[in-house]
């Protein structure tokens, strides 16, 4: 309002300043105003409209002005009443997250202590592998009871990427791949006698130098597995310590979607890469290796004991009925890149007509060509066997009757195994031909064996058990000379479970050559036309986690 009076007044100011000169004209001229007089009053007073118009004009437009800045100025006050609510919420909000933050965080803390006092009260959660096993819950179960009706080597345990030992103390984890550590010691006292000698050699009873193992197992599970052993000490290295195995099992291909068509492939096989004990027959899941004896009822393996460690690859399925397995090798344990030396090849497959039996059946074939080396598959059992100091022969494989040193080798092994609380058995029979391994005949079998196994396990209880076992060796030709030659072993004990990781047996152990010709000269270090043989007792503490 007091804006609308000042711009009258400036109307009113302008209309009498411009008759002000006018009146001075009317007053200066008595004679009265002339037709000029007229017409200037006429122009001054058109420009006076000229101006209140032009002044009304702006008069308008303040008015506009300020209606405007009156609806800016209510806006502003709504915007700040809207933010001071927004504020408002805002110190709401912020205050709601630093409780709801500190809170998550007091909760954290809590369940973290409460995992540290839970895993040193030996409380293990469990684990995606099926173990519920930590360093403290494995050490406070070192010394329990046997108390479940457990087989030696159970079927859910005969399959390739199973061929090692159980490490059941997880010692560290990264992200999802978890690492766990075994070890494995035993000590034998024996009291055997060889007799039919070339050169005869008494043997008193004394104890054997003790064995170890240890093994680092890396997994994420159903994804991939890595696994190494050591043999801290051992039949052929009592003080040196050397690696053994060191394999990978890919169950999924790394940094690929599961759902691709690899991946998808990949929930029907699995690869196995490394130096391995290659899978041919089942006696892998049943033998004993260094000190790794507990798969094992008895103390002594089969009379023929095919296990080799071997470079290469193996492929395999892992849904049934009928399951199999490929691979490949390089035919020895170690590396060698002689010219004409070929790879070496096995097969298998195996599949449970029912719950209680399982069937496998083997091959294997390697052709070392002219390299010095020759094939494996019977003759480098690193783990060494469980006699010692028999018929001279090297310190892996005491006692035993080794088929084949050759350049060309086929065998073949059939495998079965019954398991039905309290008994369980296991089979197998197989035939090897080595073709000239000095190449100076190729064609004329160099050598041929007829082997095979039997063993028969009672479970008195959890904890005790009595086992025996038959194992012989056929020969149909040996260094180039055809005979019916025949070796056989048998093997009578019993063995006790003191805790669930701690067992001991007693064996009663006895071998025999028998209707080898003088023509066949030495097998194995044994003159076999003399029927040499060994018999005695053996005792074995095992102990392993």
Do not use: C
């Not at 008015?63 to 927004?86: N, W």
């Not at 597995?225 to 890919?250: C, K, L, N, R």
């Not at 197989?430 to 005949?441: C, E, L, P």
């Not at 056929?474 to 093997?491: E, L, M, P, Y």
């Amino acid at each position: 309002m007091k804006r609308e009076h000042r711009g009258w007044k400036l109307v009113v100011l302008a209309a009498a300043m411009a008759f002000m000169p006018v009146a001075v004209s009317w007053g200066a001229d008595a004679a009265g105003p002339t037709a000029q007089d007229y017409q200037n009053l006429q122009q001054k007073y058109r420009q006076v409209q000229r101006q209140l118009a032009t002044v009304s004009k702006d008069v308008a437009a303040i008015k506009d002005t300020q209606a405007t800045l009156k609806k800016q100025e209510a806006a502003i006050k709504k915007q700040q009443v809207a933010l001071k609510k927004q504020q408002a919420k805002l110190k709401a909000a912020q205050a709601k997250v630093t409780a709801t933050s500190q809170q998550a965080t007091d909760e954290a803390v809590k369940h973290l202590y409460s995992q540290v006092v839970a895993n040193s009260q030996n409380i293990a959660a469990t684990q995606s592998a099926g173990s519920s096993n930590t360093i403290s819950a494995t050490v406070d179960n070192l010394f329990a009871p046997r108390t479940k009706e457990e087989y030696f080597s159970p079927f859910s345990k005969e399959n390739p990427d199973h061929m090692r030992p159980d490490q059941h103390m997880q010692i560290a984890q990264y992200g999802n791949m978890k690492l766990y550590m075994g070890f494995w010691t035993v000590g034998r006292f024996q009291a055997l006698q060889q007799y039919n000698l070339h050169s005869p050699t008494g043997m008193n009873p004394n104890f054997q130098t003790p064995y170890a193992m240890m093994d680092l197992y890396a997994t994420v599970p159903h994804e991939f597995d890595m696994f190494a052993d050591f043999y801290i000490a051992s039949p052929e290295h009592p003080a040196q310590t050397y690696g053994d195995e060191g394999w990978m099992v890919f169950k999924q291909i790394p940094g690929v979607s599961h759902n691709s068509p690899i991946n998808e492939m990949m929930d029907y096989i699995n690869v196995k890469v490394g130096a391995f004990d290659i899978d041919f027959g089942d006696n892998n899941y049943h033998r004993s290796k260094d000190a790794w004896v507990q798969n094992n009822p008895l103390i002594g393996n089969p009379l023929v004991d095919p296990s080799t460690e071997e470079i290469g690859g193996e492929v395999y399925s892992v849904k049934g009925p009928l399951y199999w397995l490929v691979g490949v090798s390089n035919g020895s344990t170690t590396g060698h890149f002689d010219y004409g030396a070929g790879p070496a090849f096995h097969g298998k497959i195996w599949g449970y007509p029912t719950k209680d039996l399982r069937l496998s059946g083997s091959v294997y074939y390697g052709d070392m060509g002219e390299s010095a080396d020759t094939i494996d598959l019977f003759t480098a059992t690193r783990s060494g066997e469980a006699y010692a100091s028999l018929f001279g022969n090297s310190v892996d494989t005491q006692g035993q009757v080794v088929p084949q040193a050759g350049h060309n080798v086929f065998a073949t092994q059939g495998d079965i195994t019954y398991e039905r609380w309290p008994f369980e058995s296991y089979s197998y029979v197989g035939w090897t031909q080595d073709n000239d391994a000095n190449r100076s005949g190729i064609g004329t079998p160099r050598e041929s064996w007829l082997y095979g196994s039997s063993n028969l396990v009672y479970h008195i209880n959890p904890s005790l058990y009595l086992a025996a076992q038959y194992s012989y060796a056929f020969a149909g030709s040996v260094n180039g000379v055809d005979t019916n030659g025949w070796v056989d072993r048998i093997q009578v004990g019993a063995g006790w479970w003191m805790t669930r990781t701690l067992l001991a047996k007693i064996e009663y152990v006895q071998e025999q050559f028998q209707s080898f010709g003088s023509n066949v000269g030495n097998v194995n270090s044994a003159q076999a036309n003399l029927g040499p043989g060994f018999n005695g007792v053996v005792m074995e503490v095992s102990f392993g986690f």
